[in-house]
């Protein structure tokens, strides 16, 4: 069972960026779908990006900010985050589908991380 370690969460000012990081325990994003969501306190977890093969997706109220990517060799996705929002605050997950399609549905990915906070200050 692949694990799924984040990482580059942090405290950050309204207009900052951050990456996050997602690590996988094995190779597992070259043929399968990963996806980025978020909780913020007393609400659902929502989605937020998501990368198959050269497919991308992104939720509409982090299009033009974010940008995930992935690195093969280190088996590693990333979560570029620019011009950051006190909204866009909350756990960051990181999810692995075994299925080389994107998703926005939580319920369509088969492993997650254990979350990476986000705070952004206005």
């Known amino acids: 069972q692949v694990q799924l370690v984040e990482s580059g969460g942090g405290l950050v000012q309204a207009g900052g960026s951050l990456r996050l990081s997602c690590a996988a325990s094995?190779?597992?994003?070259?043929?399968?779908?990963v996806g980025w969501f978020r909780q913020a306190p007393g609400k659902e977890r929502e989605f937020v990006a998501a990368?198959?093969?050269?497919?991308?997706r992104y939720a509409d109220s982090v299009k033009d900010r974010f940008t995930i990517s992935g690195d093969n060799v280190k088996n590693t996705v990333y979560l570029q985050m620019n011009s950051l929002k006190p909204e866009d605050s909350g756990v960051y997950y990181c999810?692995?589908?075994?299925?080389?399609?994107?998703?926005?549905?939580?319920?369509?990915?088969?492993?997650w991380g254990q979350g990476t906070q986000v705070t952004v200050s206005s």
């Open positions: 094995e190779r597992f994003f070259n043929n399968n779908a």
């Open positions: 990368m198959a093969w050269t497919s991308v």
């Open positions: 999810a692995g589908r075994h299925f080389p399609v994107t998703s926005y549905r939580a319920d369509a990915y088969h492993y």
